[in-house]
């Protein structure tokens, strides 16, 4: 079962477009984190989030975490080629050793 | 600066026997993890461990076994192999708190036949 929904599950853009993806829960979390993945190697950290309605920005990227603290979406703007990955999403809960993923939206930019 | 590192990167197995996946930081961390990923299921943990010397069962643990002998060391076993653990497996480390983020090997791509 799946804790963490996302979506779409699949996004192909052409170069120079704007993309979200979106993270949905029923459940509160203590904090949200955004990883990328690239074909045969394993994830790697973009950001955490902490407080609810907090916005991050990394160049390009912008993470931000809803005000109830279950759900979070990410932004591209302007995407490249670079950006290509699966992009994943995982929740910590408060007094807990460990997160839980969601299956993962497979994001394609186009050349 | 190595980070974590996941030994083998690739393995094929009949079905019935038994290996053995290495997981090695150099971070100090605490905290270690071994999670599979299956196509359209996401990262699934499948054991888990606090500290030397403790382990913890996470989402899908039948059929493994774990081992965290040293702390910088999690071994992940399986001792009869079957088709359905065909799988990526990736180990992670977090230090004192997993709200901070993990870092992951690059994982061990398990077949069995």
């Known amino acids: 079962t799946q804790l963490l929904e996302q979506s779409p599950q699949f996004l192909s853009i052409q170069e120079g477009e704007n993309l979200t993806v979106y993270c949905n829960s029923s459940?509160?979390?203590?904090?949200l984190q955004w990883y990328r993945q690239e074909p045969g190697e394993g994830p790697v950290l973009l950001v955490t989030v902490v407080t609810g309605g907090e916005v991050k920005k990394l160049k390009r990227l912008t993470f931000q975490f809803g005000d109830a603290r279950k759900d979070s979406s990410l932004h591209i703007t302007a995407a490249q080629p670079g950006d290509t990955g699966l992009y994943l999403c995982a929740g910590a809960y408060y007094s807990d050793y460990k997160l839980s993923f969601g299956a993962g939206t497979t994001v394609t930019v186009r050349a | 600066n190595a980070g974590v590192t996941q030994t083998p990167k690739f393995r094929v197995l009949k079905t019935g026997q038994s290996m053995t996946l290495l997981c090695a930081q150099d971070?100090?961390?605490?905290?270690m993890y071994w999670y599979r990923q299956d196509p359209g299921m996401g990262l699934r943990l499948i054991h888990y461990s606090v500290g030397e010397g403790t382990t913890a069962k996470g989402e899908v643990p039948d059929g493994y076994n774990v081992s965290r002998l040293k702390k910088q060391n999690f071994l992940l076993g399986l001792e009869s192999a079957a088709p359905s653990q065909t799988s990526v497996y990736f180990c992670?480390?977090?230090?004192?708190?997993?709200?901070?983020?993990?870092?992951f090997g690059s994982g061990t791509r398990l077949t069995v036949v």
């Open positions: 992670a480390s977090s230090d004192d708190s997993p709200h901070y983020g993990y870092t």
């Open positions: 459940s509160v979390f203590s904090s």
């Open positions: 971070m100090n961390h605490e905290y």
